[in-house]
């Protein structure tokens, strides 16, 4: 093949792609907008929530719109989609074998944050960590003992063991 019909052959191709390139470009930026935009709504939406449960939500729906309009632009250029989603889910798959604490964890701090078992500046025992709660995340939950330190818990651990709560001390009437 020579330089001059490689080169007319590389055009022609491109060009028949162009339009359909430029429809996934297209679907790829009302996407993040459409992402942006949904971010926003959700959190208007939560403003009473939990301010952890309120980001989450609000990262959430981010990332699923971005995967859909990717998925939408992938399939708007013309590649086959199905061996790029048996590729996802494997990787899917081996990922969420890896991170199963971290899953675990984090399936607890929703709980923990729907759930409000205790709040900021409760004082709870978690086995032998006593303290004041100073953050509940998605992740672990903070004490600070009464001597400074902090304790840093998963909250798998929280939610597998007997938490005592320290109630105010009003007398009931």
Known sequence: ??????????????????????????????SFVGATIVRKVVGRLLFRADPAAQRFACQVTYVAV????????????????????????????????SLQDVAKNFVAGLYLVIERPFKR???????????????????????????????ILP??????EVVLKQLDKEPRA
């Open 155 to 160: 909250n798998t651990i929280i939610m597998s």
């Open 66 to 97: 971005l995967i859909g309009g990717g998925l939408l632009a992938l399939a708007a250029s013309g590649l086959h989609i199905a061996a790029l989603a048996t590729l996802m889910g494997a990787l899917g798959l081996a990922v969420s074998l």
């Open 1 to 30: 093949m020579s330089p001059q019909s490689w080169i007319e052959h590389l055009t022609t191709t491109l060009l028949n792609y162009l339009p359909r390139l430029i429809s996934a470009g297209v679907i790829l930026l009302f």
């Open 121 to 151: 500046g409760d004082q709870i025992t978690v086995r032998s960590f006593s303290g004041q709660v100073e953050v509940i995340d998605l992740r672990t939950t903070t004490l600070r003992t009464d001597e400074g330190h902090l304790v």
